[in-house]
């Protein structure tokens, strides 16, 4: 019963995975009784017959010191499992938390953060030997829970774009519609408005971005969108 990869292994298009003794599913192809990988992707092996082959074209892979967003999917004994669309899984350990002391004994975690909620974090560790490859932090001023504003999520290839060379497609909103956003590497996105309305119209620029990411002179058309929008929308109020 031939199993030809180790779990957390990176495979390559054509790479043989296993014979049909295994449930093998994911991005694969089956050549008689052998399945092999169609994509560069992440081995996930479950139990004893069951693989997947998860794609990686397109994924976040995390870096240490990257920022990213994201959700609290679990509560464990000493720390939190948080969703950072990603194949690896992440862990904010209770010391990263805050930056008080702790007395597990005596705090309920589901006090501090509690299934759902949003945290805005920064990669502390990645070793993927560990069950949980990625350890991130709040230890800094601009970390933590987040609690309003509007997020959007966009493929983490185009958070380059999004960005802009040195901050500058971003920073339009920043001049132009006093809002704050906050892009996070694995591809989420956080905006907050001094004027709540706005935030809509932000969002949908950033999925414009997105879409757009492969034109010439996007930077100057969505300055001119926003330009639109600020004079109807203040003309209006």
């Keep these: 019963m031939p199993l030809y990869v ?3 292994q990176i495979v390559l298009p054509g790479d043989l995975i296993a014979t049909r003794d295994y449930n093998v599913s994911g991005g694969i192809y089956w050549e008689g009784n052998y399945a092999y990988s169609y994509v560069v992707g992440l081995v996930d092996i479950k139990g004893e017959r069951d693989v997947e082959v998860i794609p990686l074209t397109g994924a976040y892979i995390p870096r240490v010191g990257d920022l990213v967003i994201g959700y609290v999917s679990d509560i464990g004994l000493t720390g939190w499992e948080v969703d950072i669309k990603s194949p690896y899984k992440a862990y904010l350990p209770v010391q990263e938390a805050t930056l008080k002391p702790i007395d597990l004994t005596n705090v309920d975690l589901k ?30 001023a601009r970390l933590g829970r987040i609690e309003n504003g509007t997020l959007v999520e966009i493929n983490p290839t185009k958070v380059p774009r999004v960005i802009g060379k040195r901050g500058s497609m971003v920073g339009i909103f920043v001049e132009e519609l006093n809002c704050s956003v906050t892009v996070g590497q694995n591809g989420r996105v956080w905006i907050k408005c001094r004027d709540p309305a706005d935030e809509a119209f932000v969002a949908r620029m950033i999925k414009f971005i997105e879409a757009e990411s492969h034109t010439s002179g996007l930077t100057d058309r969505v300055r001119s969108l926003v330009a639109q929008y600020k004079s109807t929308s203040r003309a209006s109020k």
């Design 6 to 8: 180790s779990n957390k």
């Design 111 to 140: 006090s501090l953060l509690g299934i759902g909620d949003i945290v805005l974090a920064k990669i502390l560790d990645y070793n993927l030997t560990r069950d949980y490859p990625v350890t991130l932090t709040l230890k800094e």
